[in-house]
């Protein structure tokens, strides 16, 4: 009996801390005419380098020049998305927009707002090393692979070749997916989802320490393609219907920076600063490059000297004069 | 007042020498390395073909067939049939069939190395105080963390797919093999020896037998665990029933998702079921 009463004691307990704790939070965003400021910044992570890279230099910014503070939410491209939307994620950096199959459907109904091109100079497509390159002249487009399957062996499946396509989720893996089917290749190749980031990245750096011959789908700006020397396969110039069906090159994508409803009522002045946010992927390369060449370096301080040796010229691009003499004084 | 809640002593250990260590690792072993994968391919791609060309009448069939003889119920055997057949009739039967067999080698391996290692490990207590803290490791180390290296080794696909089920499935057996062994009666094999026997005889003829009910318990959860890996193998390339549980989180599908793993609960209920029977230990 004692232990019962203990029991429902301690559980009563921490159901009403739950409820004391959780309730300020939950009861200030609904209904405000003029909504509060934000102060503590949600950034999305979905992964990749060149994400968490613009995120700490819009970071930083929102540090130095707003006095906000910040942390990133790791969650994948579809599930940020989703977050965005519902106003758990403030800020995305890098809406890749051709990955997401509803986006322009979502932006249309109002779910979520738009802010500007933070890039819209990437590319992507199949890629094959550059020694694989070099032994095989001939071996320039997407539909030479037809005579050179012989060099990608499936082990999985002996007398077929592999060609590694996107992580499932990503539209693109389909496009690429149908290309393989539009060139004929499979017959010869099997179209492998290597399932995640961390695979896929595992897979083709093992397959370069062994110097053996790959051909994967990957995409600029990214470390692995600012450390490793690979080489585009051509294809037919973009087209935008045909593209769906696979039988062009990948167009530039618009990665565009968006932010929630609430988050865009809630902070204009930020906003105002993000709709000026517009980078390239030359530029978020070199961002990475700095990471690479400089060990233990973090992200903060990729962000520090971008903004303060690499690029000061960006600085009067992004924000007021006032807000860039503030940040050049912090910085 | 700071000092009091701020860690005092940070020192970030070499990062990049851990890197490069194992991926030199990767490349000096790469012969024996690629040899493994390659039998790892080998076994899974011939258990699969050996399942594939079985037709899918026998496969019911059979299931009917051991779910009745281990349950002692013909219903039982009706149901489980049924519920095979049903993951046929949502279009994942090849998958299941892949799946299948992936999870076959890595149980088949499990026991292997589990039983010959529980054993021995029930044989000193001091053996087990020292593998305690491995098996643990092996449980609870984030999964991602060794399958990165095992994919740097063995490549993306079956072979780390089913070193990744052995490494996480090969624990209960060991652990419950040697826990049975060494909770039988010390009396029963005092008796044993007072008859003659040696110590070999005395393992194999009556501590091995009267264990049976506990091992068989670790054989089935053996099989229970590597179910339970079939989607993180799925993150590393293998095919089956785990890339449409994939597909279906990444692509925000909540259907797709309720059918893909309902055919893997199926699937492990199925295997359960019909290995508990077998010794005759029933968990009702």
Known sequence: ?331 | MEWLFNFPFVMKPDLNAIDSAVRGFALWASPVLDGISGGLTALVNGIGWLLAHIPWFLLIGAVFFLGWKSRKSIRSGILYAALLALIGVVGYWNAMITTLAIVMAGVMISLLIGLPVGILLSTSRRLNNFARPVLDTMQTMPVFVYLIPALLFFGLGSPSAVIATVIYAVVPVIRLTSLGIRQVDREVVEAAASFGSTRMQALFKVQIPQALPTIMTGVNQTLMMAMAMVVTCSMIGARGLGVEVLNAVNRIEMGRGIISGASVVILAVILDRVTQGWFGKEEK
């Open chain 1, 1 to 331: 009996m004692k232990k019962i009463a203990a029991f429902l004691l301690a559980l009563s307990l921490i159901f009403t801390a739950a409820g004391c704790s959780s309730s300020p939070a939950a009861s200030g965003s609904s209904g405000a005419a003029a909504p509060k400021e934000k102060t503590d910044l949600v950034f999305a992570d979905v992964g990749w380098d060149s994400i968490k890279f613009h995120n700490a230099v819009a970071g930083l910014i929102a540090e130095k020049v707003f006095g906000y503070t910040w942390t990133e939410t790791p969650a994948s491209t579809p599930i940020s998305h989703e977050a965005l939307m519902k106003g758990e994620i403030d800020v995305h950096m890098e809406t890749w927009t051709d990955n997401l199959p509803d986006y322009a459907g979502d932006l249309a109904a109002g779910k979520l707002t738009e802010l500007g091109v933070n890039f819209d100079d990437n590319i992507q497509g199949f890629y094959i090393p550059r020694y694989v390159a070099d032994e095989n002249p001939g071996l320039k487009s997407v539909a030479d692979l037809k005579d050179y399957a012989h060099l990608f062996p499936d082990p999985d499946s002996p007398g077929k070749a592999r060609i590694f396509g996107g992580i499932p989720g990503w539209s693109i893996t389909e496009i690429m997916e149908k290309k393989v089917q539009y060139y004929g290749l499979d017959s010869q190749y099997n179209y492998v989802i290597p399932g995640s980031d961390a695979a896929m990245n595992a897979t083709i750096i093992s397959a370069w320490d062994k110097k053996e011959p790959v051909v994967f789908y990957y995409w600029e700006p990214t470390w692995l393609m600012g450390l490793y020397d690979f080489v585009l396969l051509e294809d037919a110039p973009y087209d935008a219907a045909a593209y769906f069906e696979g039988k062009t090159a990948c167009p530039s994508v618009r990665v565009n920076v968006c932010v929630s409803n609430d988050f865009a009522a809630s902070n204009p002045e930020f906003c105002e600063f993000l709709s000026k946010y517009h980078t390239s992927s030359a530029l978020t390369s070199e961002g990475l490059a700095y990471l690479q060449q400089n060990a233990g370096s973090t992200y903060r301080d990729a962000a520090a000297w971008f903004l303060k040796e690499g690029h000061p010229e960006l600085v009067d691009q992004f924000l007021t004069s006032e807000q860039a003499s503030r940040l050049r004084e912090a910085l």
